[in-house]
């Protein structure tokens, strides 16, 4: 089977689509990754901590911190509030919070953050198994990074997803796909053909001795 033959193959076009996007998703998470100089270049908002200046449902756009004495800090509601930053929560490090830093600090060389969400009453404080850090401000070695930019409701997306039932809503639609592409092209191709032997058909019959009926 030569190239021109396969190309005309709708599973092998198929597959081919699948196989794109799922490398262009691939490219571009990694390239974000890089661009953001981040681990977590996109996070969904998960609770309504920070409302009302994030949502539960947003999409977050997260740029990693070089300079740790670059971020501002300052409580919300200021005429500049702190920047919004996300970190690894010191009792739970594969959870992710996003709150404000309201006040910073270095000790020994460290940078300390006191951070609070802006729907919460009172600031965070923070401690790991072994240490409870100095007035429960959270270590610079925690943050992932802090948040540049919002898409409303987007994040639902990716909410929904981390549940059995939105990974079982998006294999459906992923089965649904593929079962059109392999059933509409099909179909398509029976109608074409269908008319062009009718208009073959209709082309002998009209034609006789040099002249149109």
Do not use: C
């Not at 059995?164 to 074409?192: C, N, R």
């Amino acid at each position: 089977m030569n190239f021109k033959t396969l190309w005309k193959n709708e599973y092998f076009k198929t597959i081919l689509l699948l196989a794109i996007i799922l490398l262009s998703v691939v490219a571009f998470w990694f390239g974000s990754r890089a661009i953001l100089a981040t681990e977590y270049p996109f996070l969904a908002v998960a609770s309504g901590s920070m409302v009302p200046t994030l949502q539960v449902g947003d999409l977050i756009v997260v740029q990693g911190i070089s300079n740790f004495s670059e971020v501002w800090a300052a409580p919300y509601g200021t005429n500049r509030p702190g920047d919004i930053i996300v970190f690894h929560k010191p009792q739970d490090p594969d959870e992710l919070i996003v709150h404000r830093a309201i006040a910073k600090e270095k000790i020994n060389g460290t940078w300390y953050f006191k951070t609070k969400g802006d729907a919460n009453a009172t600031p965070d404080s923070w401690y790991n198994s072994t240490t409870r850090f100095p007035e429960g401000m959270l270590p610079q070695q925690y943050v992932v990074g802090k948040v540049v930019a919002n898409v409303p409701y987007l994040g639902h997306i990716a909410l929904t997803l981390r549940k059995p039932v939105g990974i079982f809503i998006l294999v459906l639609i992923l089965l649904a796909l593929i079962a059109l592409e392999f059933v509409f092209p099909q179909s398509s191709k029976e109608e074409e053909e269908a008319s062009e032997t009718e208009s073959s058909g209709f082309s002998d019959a009209s034609i006789y001795k040099g002249y149109i009926r």
